[in-house]
């Protein structure tokens, strides 16, 4: 990064005045942080003993059995607490705000889990928490505002715009301009304003050491490939970040590509050709949006994938050509999930399963010498309304209709 | 005479001045036309027009869906554009035009500046590019003299402040305190001091905007700031009363701000 904060082309603190004393403050303790070992120990600690790291690096035998190719390896970010890799990052953020001696944390959320994991550090460390989700998340992804409820935190359902992510973000902005003096923004992902991007990327890096070490061990030397999921790109961040260096390994993000690249309703911001170089929510990438700026609608079946804008480091690394971008469709994704969990016994994430989608498609065609990893960014349990949807499961549709009448009466 | 000259010759003649804000393409560019025309009528200095962005991050609710509502309705940056040339021709008050980066951005920095200078706009307000983001827009806008309007915040310390005036042209806004557009500001000691900070860090005009909604706000101003901008307001007035019911408000406005006669 540089002192604009910029990553090659991409990057930047496009930020209202009034946040800039803020973000003076935030970047002074980041670098404090990193430059004291101290920190990272105390959040190994941390992570060790309040979270469940390192997660395992799992070999699906039977899944590189059945595709006959590249040794497949699943990195278990789902067993990660709270069920993602949304955690690490959460943790971590959670430790400057105690530094900082701010009260109060509030944070964006799609999918729930980052919100989930705010909800928790956010009960563990003592904070106060207001979580900005849009309307249509909070609709599919229930029992996660359940939990953040249940542990404290205020929800807010946001009615603005595509009342997705995005709209989530803007919302989580506006609150913080007003009360900046006791609260702090628990980013969520590998964007926004500078030092958001690598203070988020730096967190998840956890990820991508453990596994090094665990491929290394397991397989006794690099992954031909891995592959992870891409929204804003925090998971994918973290699990590439120690392998950058590696140049053998080529890394695979997998956007969103919803109901098909060609029908428009998608959230493929680097893999396709309908996203154009914008600045918005306090970042300058890849924007889907129009002619004039207006940032359009997206589509996916996984609320994390559900969004505009990408990470600016991920954005570098495309025009760098070092990182490849593919996209799976909202179908590929339940076959993916159907497979693994039957062969494995493993239930991705909607979002994770993404990378599942395009590591079966590439599998065949490498060598049972090679291996690849699979970063699984998180559990699917939050998804178990719009899974059952997605199969039309007769007997759970009959449990919702026989609780429906008994909440009615 | 450029926009900080136009605005001190204007302070000649009224103890503060008036700038007020529209959104362009809410509810119409029909309805736009009128409420100009009102303002102007009734003795506004400046005005305002916000270009609609999807993503208002620094903007209340008002505003927020003023911008949204503009969008669906079809609004199109090029509309905006001539809408702005239209008014600047026929009304002798400087407009500016107010927007996200963005905007600017796609348009593309050299061909947007071009069009607001042919269309003869006098500033921009960009919320969200601060100086240190935006080299070949504070370049462009000198080339072409239109002034960028920078932004002080309760939040910025003096040497931020002076920082920014360095950057800024025409005037300086003063966001008068934390949070979005929208909702009511407290004028308190705090607030007195934080306008002398900001008078003591700038030579240029300095316009309070944020949460200014009547009569009594702009009293309290008078002698702190030299020009109070009035945003949400004419918003919520035109949505609930109609284009008609502009004048009448800011002629109520005017009569707290007009030199007393005797004097
Ligand atoms: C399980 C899971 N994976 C992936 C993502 C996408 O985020 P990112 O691209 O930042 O990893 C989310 C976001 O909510 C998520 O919950």
Redesign the interface.
């Known amino acids: 990064m540089d002192k ?1 904060g910029y990553f090659g082309n991409w990057g ?11 973000f003076e403050d935030l970047k002074r303790e980041y670098i404090k942080a990193r430059q004291d070992p101290a920190f990272w120990q105390e959040y190994l600690s941390l992570m060790s003993t309040y979270s469940c790291r390192p997660t395992p690096l799992t070999h699906a035998e039977n899944l590189t059995r059945h595709f006959g190719g590249a040794q497949i390896y699943i990195k278990r970010e789902d067993l990660n607490h709270t069920g993602a890799h949304k955690a690490n990052n959460v943790i971590g953020q959670g430790l400057l705000v105690k530094r900082m001696g701010k009260k109060r944390v509030i944070a964006e959320t799609g999918a729930g889990q980052h919100g989930m994991a705010t909800a928790t550090m956010a009960a563990r460390f003592g904070f106060e928490c207001t979580i900005y989700m849009g309307e249509v998340d909070v609709q599919r992804q229930r029992p996660n505002v359940f939990w953040m409820e249940k542990m404290g935190a205020t929800v807010v359902p946001v009615k ?2 595509s009342r997705t992510l ?1 709209d989530a973000i ?1 919302e989580a ?2 609150d913080w ?5 006791d609260t702090h923004y628990v980013f969520g992902t590998a964007c926004g304003p500078a030092p958001f991007p690598e203070m988020v990327s730096w967190f998840q890096s956890i990820i991508g050491q453990e596994a090094a070490g665990q491929i290394q061990a397991r397989h006794g030397g690099m992954p031909a490939r891995i592959y992870a999921c891409v929204g804003g790109g925090s998971n994918a961040m973290g699990i590439f970040g120690r392998f950058l260096q590696e140049p053998g390994v080529e890394l695979v993000g997998v956007e969103a590509g919803g109901k098909g690249i060609a029908s428009g309703m998608h959230a493929v911001r680097l893999g396709g050709t309908d996203a ?7 970042y300058k990438t890849m ?1 889907l ?1 129009n ?5 359009l609608e997206t589509h996916s079946v996984a609320a994390g994938l559900d969004y505009v804008g990408v990470s600016p480091i991920l954005a570098d690394h495309w025009e760098k050509g070092r990182v490849r971008f593919e996209s799976a469709t909202d179908d590929e994704v339940m076959e993916a999930l159907d497979l693994t969990m039957k062969m494995e016994g493993i239930i991705p994430a909607l979002e994770s399963s993404h990378a599942f989608v395009q590591a079966f498609k590439e599998a065949p065609g490498l060598s049972p010498s090679e291996a690849i990893i699979i970063n699984m960014s998180g559990r699917g349990d939050k998804d178990i309304f719009t899974i059952a949807h997605a199969f039309q499961d007769p007997s759970w549709k009959a449990f919702i209709i026989q609780k429906g009448l008994e909440y009615s009466k | 005479m450029n926009l900080e000259q136009e605005l001190k010759e204007r302070l000649q003649k009224k103890d503060i001045l008036l700038m007020t804000h529209i959104v362009l393409g809410y509810p119409s560019f029909e309805v736009n036309r009128e409420v100009v025309r009102q303002m102007v009528d009734n003795g506004v200095d400046c005005i305002e027009m916000q270009l609609p962005f999807s993503e208002p991050m620094a903007d209340g609710p008002v505003i927020l869906k003023a911008n949204q509502d503009s969008l669906a309705n079809g609004t199109k940056i090029a509309d905006c554009l001539a809408f702005g040339a239209e008014m600047a021709a026929i009304h002798a008050i400087p407009f500016l035009f107010m927007t996200y980066y963005n905007i600017i951005f796609k348009y593309g920095e050299s061909a947007f500046f071009a069009q607001a200078k042919e269309a003869g706009i006098k500033g921009l307000i960009v919320p969200d590019l601060p100086p240190e983001q935006g080299e070949s827009f504070f370049r462009l806008a000198d080339e072409q003299q239109i002034a960028p309007i920078l932004i002080f915040a309760p939040t910025s310390t003096d040497a931020r402040m002076r920082e920014l005036d360095g950057f800024g042209r025409g005037f300086i806004y003063c966001v008068a305190r934390r949070g979005v557009t929208g909702k009511k500001s407290e004028f308190g000691a705090d607030f007195s001091d934080y306008l002398g900070r900001c008078r003591a860090a700038t030579a240029k005009p300095i316009a309070v905007g944020f949460g200014i909604q009547d009569r009594d706000d702009i009293r309290v101003l008078i002698g702190k700031a030299d020009m109070a901008v009035i945003g949400s307001q004419t918003i919520r007035l035109v949505d609930s009363k109609g284009a008609a019911a502009v004048g009448p408000f800011i002629a109520g406005l005017r009569e707290a701000s007009a030199k007393p006669q005797s004097c």
């Open positions: 604009n930047g603190a496009f930020i209202p005045e009034v946040l800039h004393q803020t603005d715009g995005k803007n902005f506006r301009v007003t009360n900046i003096d154009s170089p914008g600045v918005a929510q306090g924007f949006q002619e004039d700026g207006q940032m």
